[in-house]
């Protein structure tokens, strides 16, 4: 009998902690249904967890709109160059991941793959006020290698049909400082 009452303690104090969390963070609360727990991928998670910082910068576009293509770092090679893969899933038209860090401006280059047997892509990529094209045609790689030398935003997405209108859309996002002569004149801003 007291074995029952102390885990009914403990389950009620676990589920007050949970209803207090539901109100406090409602918008991430929400992605701990298992429904949905047990769609999260390694990559998703990072998203996730990045979230919070990105939510605090743009709160309406992206915080939102990346949710199922996910987030990957771009990693630095011996040579300088910093390199990510991004992939056209089958059946979905969605970039994965849709978010793309970079530690600093640089180089990048981006090994794409279209993974849909039955459906062309491309990808546009911003270059340093330039443009690099790459055509995806069914199951097939390309690559492309652009200089984003300011930290920032820029986006990319597949110009095919209105596939970047329903949502391949992905995002570069270049950390670091803004030189001196480039910053506006305005007043500082809290930094994440």
């Known amino acids: 009998m007291r074995r029952r009452v102390v885990v009914l303690a403990v389950l009620a104090a676990i589920l007050s902690v ?16 298992p429904s949905v727990l047990k769609q999260l991928d390694p990559r998703v998670v990072k998203l996730v967890n990045e979230l919070p910082g990105v939510d605090r910068q743009n709160q309406e576009l992206l915080g939102r709109l990346f949710a199922l ?49 039955y459906v062309h892509h491309a990808a546009i990529f911003p ?30 997405d597949c110009p095919v049909g209105n596939h970047g209108g329903r949502g391949m859309l992905g995002l570069i996002l270049v950390r670091g400082d803004v030189p001196a002569e480039a910053r506006l004149d305005r007043p500082e801003q809290p930094r994440p």
């Open 69 to 117: 293509g996910g987030l990957a770092e771009a990693k630095e090679g011996p040579d300088g160059v910093m390199r990510v893969d991004v992939r056209a899933p089958k059946g979905e038209l969605i970039w994965e991941p849709a978010i793309i860090v970079m530690p600093r401006s640089g180089e990048l280059e981006v090994d794409l793959s279209n993974d849909d047997p």
């Open 127 to 156: 270059s340093n006020g330039d443009k690099q094209f790459v055509m995806l045609p069914i199951h097939s790689r390309g690559r492309a290698r652009v200089t984003l030398d300011s930290p920032g935003y820029y986006w990319f």
């Open 18 to 33: 949970v209803a207090v969390a539901a109100v406090i963070f409602p918008d991430y609360f929400r992605l701990l249904r």
